[in-house]
Each structure stands twice: as structure tokens, then as C-alpha cells.
């Protein structure tokens, strides 16, 4: 669950990145995130990663008022979304299988359940067979896949997926697109940030669009 | 990936506390080992810093025992400062003895006692080996001398004034203060163990910087995988342990390298200490650490190495935050 009430974000006086920004994605509910470069995109899911914080208003994550979080509990709220980059963020000089176990090492999950849950995230993804081998090896879509296992490994409450679906080729994007779209259905709130035009029309959940930092459009619920 | 969201807590509650120290000790064993890795893979610069630290530990150490050693060698010795006043050849018997109670009765004197012309011609008997020389001479040559110990305090114009006095009595021959040399060895002995501190302490402080430093440079090199598992909701302690573990990795390293060069250096300076030390009769020789020593010796070295890490680590975990 997701909800923004009146939310602001001022970087500099002259410059405002969002402005009395609301709405409520609920649990379960997948959405597009849309609007041109600047609109306020990253910076929307940058609040709801704790990246950044918000100059006013309040953003409620998973029943977590970020405004109230310190410290660690930084950390613990962050455990429950899983974040998907446009620039993968995975770590190079370990696999494919560690750059997925990552999470739930930090997590602390016990060693022995570990494998179990890693290479089920790879299966999801196709890349089961790709474990071993480094991220400068893969491809840009399998980098981008890699993305996906390990923001999917922890089964967190909410996703965030920033252009996921820009390296990948049409048959690749509509596949992770519905793996998206299975999560949302066991309970998982999705937000996609995306450009892809195409994508959104052929999938017809529901759209918030920005504009200068404000919401300009939200479709309501999914059709 | 099916299992519904309700179903993860109930997950996680189902690990036992023993269970999960268990699995808290095998992370941490895993950290331990993966930081000596990283650090084994630049041997060089780790060994750099090692070797810095190793110095700035091995002066001190070295140094402290070396004075250490010296002190316990000086307090072997009667550090107590004297007077010698020797009284004329033919001061009878009962003159001595109210020369004795006159003396004692001074003030600024603690003590003082009689050394007869017959107990110290058997002390010198004994001592000196010239028996027979002394049985050929016939008479006693030595005069009845008092020994006198004033206060502890005393300082030396105290003493020059006391000698002074019995200097002016009628009875006395001589009067001698008895140059307290170990007192002087003490002062400077002392004097070097507040030099050490401050040595010690600005090398100790050395170490730390370099272990901060090295700590620092490695925090730079990661700084992206740092900001990665900071958005995967890795606490400060989980980001802070692989760095912790480096600095206590150089430090005990270099508590082992440091003990290893004491050890030489105490093997290599007593070959010409002993031999100098018998020359004046004593069987004086420095001392090997002993076991007590090395295990502090590596207690402290493994917390200059963690404390420098701990420092590092605030400073610019705070940096990357900000």
C-alpha cells in the first residue's frame, strides 16, 4: 500500500519537484507512473525508497509514515519494498546468484532457505541457468531480469520499477510485464514508472500521469 | 513466488532465538573471512599499513619494557639516599654511642646506626677477599662510622645542610653525603616513562590514521555496492561490519608482527646487554614478553584496528548518507 497525502518536495526555493502531491495505490493494485523527463517520476519513487524526503505532506508506505522513520527503521522499511533500476544497481564482481541473494542475506534469512527462494526468483525471470555467470556478462535485458529476481526475492508488500522494461525487447517487456501483473494478483502494489506508451495501452491498468510535479490525470482503478 | 504476503511473518517468527544466534554467528564468521579476503587481495597495500601500525606499536612496546626492565634493575639497588659520617680513629666506645643518640635525636634524620671498626673490617673481610692482606696488618685501620638516613623526603640542600652540621661536631673526622646515583637513575627512568607516554601516544595515534586511512580508501572503492545494499534495507551495522572487521584484521596483524619484532630486537640487544651487565657484576638481562603481555599486546592492537575502522566508517557512512 501506497498513499501520498498533500505531499511536496521543494530542492531549491525556485524549484519545486513535486507539489501537493495525493493519491492511494492499494494493496494489490498495480499502476502506471507516467510524464515527461522532469515531470517528477524519480522523484516520486526516490520518496518512496526513503532516497529522499518530502518538504511537506505525508507518504505512507506499507502502513509506515516515512516522516517518522530513523535510523534503522530506514532499513527495515526499505526490506519490504523491492526496487527495480533502470541502471540494474547489481553488483559486479559477484554472480547473478549472489546479486539475487543479496536481499535476503541482509534480511537474515536463514543460509538454508536461501537457494530454495533465489533460484525460484531466476526461474521467474528465465534466468535460472545463468546464476553462475558475473553481471558484464549478461545482456542488458538480462541485467534488467536480474533487476526483477532480486526486488521479487524478499515477496515484499510494495514493487517499484523504474523503466523496466527499457532494455528488454517487446516479448521480454510483456513477460515481465506479467510477472507484474502476477504479483499484483497474490496481493503485491505495483508502481511502474514508464515511458513506454505501447506498454501502458496493452496493459490498461490504471495511469497516474505528472506533469511540473503534479498529478494531472489518474485513471482510477485498473479496467 | 505465490505465497501470499500474510504468510511472511509468520516466517519469520518461526526461527528460534538459538537458531538465529546461530545464524548471526555464521554471518558474522562469513563477514570475518570475506574482509581478509578483500584485504588479501591487495598484499601490498595491506601490508603497508600493517607495517605502519607494526611501527608505531613496536616503539612504544619496545621502549616500555626496555624501561620497564631498567626500573625493576634499579629498584633492586637501596635507592636510599645517606650519610656518611666517619668519626676519629680513637672516639671511645661510650663517645660513640652518644654520638649515636645525639645523632639520631637530630631533626631531619629518620635513622641512623653504628658501624663499629670491628663489624667493618669482617664485612670488608668477607667482601673484599684481602683476609690475609688484613691479618698481616695487625691493627684495625678503620674508623667507627655512622651511617645516617635522613627523611625520605629530603631534598639534596636538606642534606648538604645536615652534613654540614655534623661536619662542625667534635668528634667527627669526615662527613659525606653518599651520592644517591640510583635516586638519579630513578628520576630519569621516570622521566623517560612520561617521555614514552608522550611518544607512545602520538604513535599510537599514528596507527590510527592509517588504519582509518586504509579503512577510508576501501570505503571509497565500494562505495557504490554501499549504496546499493543501503536500498536493499541493509542496517548500518550490516554495511559497517565488512569495514570493522578490515581495521581488527590490520590491527591484529600487526599485533603479531609487533610482538615477533620486540622479540628480535630483546634477542638481538641482549647479546651486548648481558655481556655489559657483567662488567659491572649483575646479571641484569631484558625480559622476553611474557604471555599476559602478548595477550594484551594483541587485545590492544585488534582494538586500535577496530576503533580506527569504527571511526572511518561513522565519518563517511554519514558523508554518503547525507
Known amino acids: ?223 | 513466488m505465490n505465497q501470499p504476503i500474510a504468510a511472511r511473518g509468520a516466517e519469520r517468527q518461526s526461527s528460534t532465538l538459538s537458531s538465529r544466534t546461530t545464524h548471526w554467528l555464521q554471518h558474522h564468521q562469513r563477514e570475518a573471512k570475506d574482509s581478509f579476503r578483500r584485504l588479501a587481495q591487495t598484499p601490498l597495500a595491506t601490508l603497508m599499513t600493517v607495517l605502519v601500525m607494526t611501527i608505531s606499536l613496536t616503539l612504544p612496546l619496545g621502549l616500555g619494557k626496555l624501561l620497564d626492565d631498567a626500573s625493576v634493575a634499579a629498584s633492586g639497588w637501596d635507592g636510599d639516599a645517606r650519610l656518611s659520617i666517619y668519626l676519629k680513629e680513637d672516639t671511645p666506645d661510650t663517645v660513640q654511642a652518644e654520638v649515636l643518640a645525639r645523632a639520631q635525636a637530630l631533626p631531619g634524620v629518620k635513622s641512623a646506626r653504628l658501624i663499629s671498626p670491628d663489624s667493618a673490617l669482617e664485612e670488608f673481610r668477607q667482601q673484599s677477599g684481602y683476609g690475609p692482606a688484613l691479618d698481616q696488618l695487625g691493627y684495625n685501620p678503620l674508623p667507627p662510622v655512622l651511617e645516617v638516613f635522613p627523611d625520605n623526603d629530603a631534598s639534596s640542600s636538606e642534606m648538604t645542610s645536615l652534613r654540614d652540621q655534623f661536619a662542625q661536631w667534635s668528634e667527627v673526622a669526615l662527613a659525606e653525603v653518599d651520592i644517591a646515583w640510583v635516586q638519579r637513575l630513578q628520576t630519569i627512568l621516570e622521566l623517560g616513562k612520561r617521555l614514552l607516554w608522550a611518544v607512545g601516544g602520538a604513535l599510537l595515534l599514528g596507527g590510527l590514521l592509517v588504519v582509518g586511512n586504509t579503512i577510508r580508501l576501501s570505503i571509497e572503492s565500494r562505495r557504490d555496492e554501499i549504496r546499493v545494499i543501503s536500498l536493499l534495507g541493509a542496517t548500518h551495522g550490516f554495511v559497517r561490519r565488512p569495514f570493522i572487521y578490515m581495521g581488527v584484521w590490520c590491527g591484529l596483524s600487526a599485533g603479531v608482527f609487533t610482538l615477533i619484532m620486540v622479540s628480535s630486537l630483546t634477542a638481538w640487544l641482549n647479546v651486548p646487554v648481558v655481556q655489559m651487565a657483567s662488567l659491572y657484576s649483575s646479571n641484569f638481562s631484558l625480559s622476553y614478553p611474557s604471555f599476559g603481555t602478548c595477550l594484551a599486546v594483541l587485545a590492544g592492537s585488534s582494538f586500535l584496528g577496530w576503533l580506527g575502522a569504527w571511526l572511518a566508517v561513522g565519518r563517511h557512512l554519514r558523508e554518503l548518507e547525507s
Open chain 1, 1 to 223: 500500500m501506497i498513499r501520498f497525502e498533500s505531499v511536496s518536495k521543494r530542492y531549491a526555493p525556485q524549484f519545486d519537484a513535486l507539489r501537493e502531491l495525493s493519491f492511494e495505490l492499494p494493496t494489490g493494485e498495480m499502476a502506471f507512473l507516467t510524464g515527461h523527463s522532469g515531470a517528477g517520476k524519480s522523484t516520486l519513487l526516490k520518496l518512496i525508497m526513503l532516497i529522499e524526503r518530502a518538504s511537506s505532506g505525508r507518504v505512507i508506505v506499507n502502513d509506515r509514515d516515512h516522516s517518522q522513520l530513523k535510523g534503522n527503521q530506514i532499513a527495515l522499511a526499505r526490506r519490504d519494498i523491492g526496487m527495480i533500476y533502470q541502471d540494474h544497481n547489481l553488483l559486479d564482481d559477484r554472480s547473478v546468484y549472489d546479486n539475487v541473494a543479496l536481499p535476503l542475506v541482509i534480511a537474515g534469512m536463514q543460509p538454508r532457505d536461501i537457494p530454495n527462494r533465489v533460484y525460484a526468483a531466476l526461474d521467474l525471470v528465465g534466468l535460472k541457468h545463468r546464476a553462475k555467470a558475473f553481471p558484464f556478462e549478461l545482456s542488458g535485458g538480462e541485467q534488467q531480469r536480474v533487476g526483477v529476481a532480486r526486488a521479487v526475492v524478499t515477496k515484499p508488500a510494495v514493487i517499484l520499477a523504474d523503466e523496466p522494461t527499457g532494455n528488454l525487447d517487446p516479448q521480454l517487456a510483456i513477460e515481465v510485464m506479467n510477472i507484474f501483473e502476477e504479483l499484483s494478483r497474490v496481493g503485491v502494489s505495483i508502481l511502474v514508472a514508464t515511458h513506454d506508451l505501447s506498454l501502458i495501452a496493452r496493459f490498461r491498468h490504471r495511469l497516474l500521469t505528472l506533469k511540473a510535479g503534479q498529478l494531472v490525470a489518474d485513471t482510477g482503478a485498473s479496467v
